[in-house]
Structures are given as structure tokens and as C-alpha cells.
């Protein structure tokens, strides 16, 4: 498994664990890396998200991000926006 690989399972298992929303320094710091590699991995687990339509998304704004999970018919109208 590549390095990018592994940052961003572990970027992805971490916003998963949350209970609230989380830095991108407070992630970059976890895992000895810079923000920079963290926003990177974050557009990969984005763009996975949005192919799989698993009801979950990532949140950002600003420097913070955090993981929001939803319901069906939310996926759906979430999913006819976007398009």
C-alpha cells in the first residue's frame, strides 16, 4: 500500500470517529504531515464518497471539515442538486 494510500484510510477512519468537526491542522499534526497532504487525501475520500452515493459526504468550511451522514431520501435530493 502507497503512502498516500494509508493517509487517506487514516484521514478517512478519523473524520468517521469524530464526534465533531475537525481542523485540517488537528489532522495534518496527527499524522506528521502537512495540511497540504491532508486537503489532498480529503478531495480523494470526497471524490470515493460521491461516486459510491453512500449517504455520507465530507463537510468543509474553512479549515474545518467534518463527516455527515444521511438518510435515503436525503441522499437522493443531496445527489439531484448536485446534478
Not at 464526534?19 to 491532508?38: C, F, G, K, M, Y
Not at 431520501?73 to 439531484?80: G, I, P, Q, T
Amino acid at each position: 500500500m502507497a503512502s498516500w494510500e494509508l493517509k487517506l484510510y487514516l484521514v478517512e477512519a478519523m473524520l468517521m470517529a469524530a464526534d465533531r468537526p475537525v481542523t485540517l491542522n488537528a489532522l495534518a499534526q496527527s499524522l506528521d504531515v502537512t495540511e497540504q497532504e491532508i486537503d489532498a487525501a480529503l478531495q480523494e475520500f470526497e471524490l470515493d464518497l460521491l461516486v459510491a452515493d453512500h449517504g455520507v459526504q465530507v463537510r468543509r468550511l474553512l479549515s474545518v471539515c467534518m463527516v455527515r451522514r444521511f438518510a435515503a431520501s436525503e441522499n437522493a435530493a443531496a445527489s439531484d442538486k448536485a446534478a
